[in-house]
């Protein structure tokens, strides 16, 4: 157990950050735009990203060869916490709500894997 918090801390610090940030009181964060889309499409898609690349980093940590199937797994995992981030959002979290756009851009963040995987492997 502690070998895996060891190998995956910067993924779950980056899940518990995650957590804290989509959790905040919805009254007090700023409205603000950016181009076409809200900057919390933004944030979200940035989130979830970074979320599926800090597995795939972990795991691949000191490897030579790409694992394929633990990519995918690990998007897989930032769309399935995405999900369960708007869940929270919807029934516990105060003065925020569950938002579809807000889960089309977690899963297109963690998607954004494939290519950066792609071109980093």
Same mark, same amino acid.
């Given at each position: ?71 995918? %797994? @690990?998007? $897989? =995992? /930032? ?5 369960? *981030?708007?869940?929270?959002? #919807? ?12 889960? %089309? @851009?977690? $899963? =297109? /963040? ?5 290519? *950066?995987?792609?071109?980093? #492997?």
């Amino acid at each position: 157990m502690l070998l895996f918090f060891k190998k995956y801390y910067l993924a779950l610090l980056w899940a518990l950050i995650s957590l804290v940030a989509c959790g905040i009181n919805g009254q007090s964060l700023p409205k603000l735009t950016f181009t076409l889309i809200g900057i919390d499409k933004l944030a979200h898609f940035m989130l979830f990203g970074m979320q599926s690349f800090l597995l795939i980093y972990a795991h691949q940590k000191g490897r030579a060869n790409l694992d394929w199937i633990h990519v995918h %797994v @690990a998007v $897989a =995992i /930032g769309i399935a916490y995405g999900v369960f *981030i708007e869940f929270l959002q #919807y029934a516990v979290f105060i003065n925020r709500s569950y938002d579809y756009a807000d889960m %089309v @851009a977690d $899963a =297109i /963040g963690s998607l954004s894997c494939y290519i *950066i995987v792609k071109i980093l #492997y």
